[in-house]
């Protein structure tokens, strides 16, 4: 374990806060309750590694080690999909609210003006970025963005990328890659990067540059926001949410049953 590793584990908040469901290690947050803890690691300069969880990358994660330990040594872990959310409270394990890797990315951005933090925007097509950079222009005219790359390189330029992050003064890195792609990249660079909050965003830069439209709020409050990405591109996407979502049914169904045999053992 590295120094702020040790440091965030003692945190007050996340230390009272985290708990387990299906193996993962979750931390029991709010929204404000992470911009502030991203807020208090930009200010001190003390680095924070922060992911999101959801039901493809809960399922995934017990199938691929490298992808587990990947997630279990960040330091900040929110509960992203509402499957999620749900399955935990079915379980017995309490969460606040969904904390979406989307709503984090457009919250901190918006803190990041307020505060004068300059973000480095890392992934997706250079199209969608050009979008991203017009779109932030117009939402926060104050926000300078400290450096933008698209995600189309190969492992060997990796270490040019790292040093051009850190050669641009920034206090916080999105990264705009696929699982597990963006996991392993922050976890290999993670004691190198110099900006302060780092986490992956996944599609987020293609929701925020108009690439793919988000499902509407009523959608996403009914847990139907995945059905409304298989709408959009359903030759791509069916058979990834289909084989998920059947392989968390049966994790929750399993994990429920199992709660429920130890409760009546114990009562």
Wanted: glycine share 6%; hydrophobic share 45%.
């Amino acid at each position: 374990m590295n120094a702020h590793d040790s440091a965030w584990a003692r945190h007050s908040l996340l230390a009272s806060r985290r708990r387990e469901f299906l193996g993962a290690p979750l931390h029991a947050l709010t929204m404000a309750e992470t911009l502030a803890i991203a807020d208090e690691a930009m200010t001190l300069r003390r680095p924070l590694h922060h992911v999101v969880v959801n039901v493809a990358k809960l399922v995934n994660m017990r199938k691929n080690a490298e992808l587990q330990e990947d997630v279990a040594t960040a330091d900040v872990i929110n509960v992203d999909g509402i499957g999620v959310l749900w399955g935990a409270r079915l379980c017995g394990v309490e969460f606040p609210e969904r904390v979406a890797g989307v709503d984090i990315m457009i919250n901190l951005l918006g803190l990041c003006a307020k505060r004068g933090f300059r973000p480095y925007l890392l992934g997706a097509e250079q199209h969608v970025l050009d979008a991203v950079t017009k779109r932030l222009a117009k939402d926060h005219p104050n926000l300078v963005v400290a450096g933008m790359r698209n995600g189309y390189f190969k492992p060997e330029d990796e270490a040019a990328i790292v040093e051009a992050i850190n050669a641009s003064d920034a206090n916080c890195l999105l990264v705009a890659m696929p699982t597990p792609r963006k996991e392993r990249f922050l976890k290999r660079y993670r004691d190198e990067l110099a900006p302060s909050f780092v986490m992956g965003v996944g599609g987020s830069f293609d929701v925020y540059g108009g690439k793919v439209a988000r499902a509407p709020k009523l959608i996403q409050a009914a847990g139907l926001e995945w059905l409304f990405r298989v709408a959009q591109e359903p030759r791509r996407l069916w058979r990834r949410y289909y084989d998920t979502n059947t392989a968390y049914a049966g994790l929750l169904l399993r994990e429920f049953w199992n709660r429920q045999q130890r409760r009546n053992v114990n009562s």
